[in-house]
């Protein structure tokens, strides 16, 4: 969530090819240790010969990248370790979409980078709460093969957007039917009384996505992904919307 966000060993090392509609579930093949070993010792050899270019093309970021995921003790490393901003910007004008996000971020206060490091801190904290990393990763690669990448960009808009300060508060109603399902029942118990200002806050910011979003498809596409969430990832969600 995403691989224009963080490296992910299901997509190649240099970043996902978004063009083709790449992705974690893409059917790439995870990256082995014999080829992340390659990768490594091009870029220490680049870091070593080139340094103008090592640091250009954030080279220095991808080599912690490999570091981190052959000191982790599996093939894959950390799934929330954040992607350089020179790599994700790439990633992302890959398509009229992607582009036209790092366009409306680059007018935002900070630019670029500074968008893309508050989405990626809250991703991070986000899916650090999931469990342990093969939970984070599964996590993550079923929002990028269910989610359209359209809807994609407007998530992570959404989450650089941030909380809605003036949100109503939640009316009895409202707090019914949030604690219809097993994670809101045990919200709201554990909000206690300030659960009617948590929920009005995950209710303005679940609108203010909607609509943000005309296209229908891709609504839907998240709407089907959300859906079948385990109660423990949906309760996590709901828990960061309401912040």
């Known amino acids: 969530m995403s691989n224009d966000l963080v490296p992910f060993a299901g997509a190649p090392v240099g970043g996902s090819d978004l063009g083709r509609g790449a992705g974690y579930g893409s059917g790439t093949a995870p990256v082995s240790r014999p080829q992340s070993t390659g990768r490594r010792a091009e870029i220490e050899r680049?870091?070593?010969?080139?340094?103008?270019?090592?640091?250009?093309?954030g080279l220095d970021q991808e080599l912690a990248e490999?570091?981190?995921?052959?000191?982790?003790?599996?093939?894959?490393?950390?799934?929330?370790?954040?992607?350089?901003?020179?790599?994700?910007?790439?990633s992302l004008q890959a398509t009229a979409e992607g582009a036209e996000l790092v366009a409306a971020w680059r007018n935002s206060p900070?630019?670029?980078?500074?968008?893309?490091?508050?989405?990626?801190?809250?991703?991070g904290f986000l899916v650090r709460e999931l469990g342990d990393l093969r939970h984070q990763r599964a996590f993550m690669e079923g929002f990028d093969r269910r989610v359209t990448e359209r809807a994609r960009y407007h998530i992570y808009d959404e989450i650089k957007n941030g909380s809605v300060t003036n949100a109503a508060t939640a009316?009895?109603?409202?707090?019914?039917?949030?604690?219809?399902?097993?994670?809101?029942?045990?919200?709201?118990?554990?909000?206690?009384?300030?659960?009617?200002?948590?929920?009005?806050?995950?209710?303005?910011?679940?609108?203010r996505f909607r609509a943000s979003l005309s296209n229908e498809a891709d609504f839907t596409s998240f709407t089907t992904w959300y859906d079948n969430l385990s109660p423990s990832a949906v309760k996590a969600i709901v828990k960061y919307l309401a912040r």
Do not use: C, H
């Open 110 to 123: 900070g630019g670029f980078e500074a968008q893309l490091r508050k989405v990626q801190a809250d991703v």
């Open 66 to 90: 490999l570091r981190a995921a052959n000191d982790d003790g599996d093939d894959f490393g950390s799934p929330t370790l954040p992607m350089a901003p020179s790599r994700s910007m790439r």
């Open 171 to 207: 009316t009895p109603a409202e707090l019914a039917v949030f604690g219809s399902t097993q994670p809101g029942a045990e919200l709201l118990n554990e909000w206690g009384a300030t659960a009617s200002v948590k929920v009005g806050r995950v209710w303005a910011r679940v609108a």
């Open 46 to 57: 680049i870091m070593q010969t080139d340094r103008s270019r090592y640091f250009r093309e």
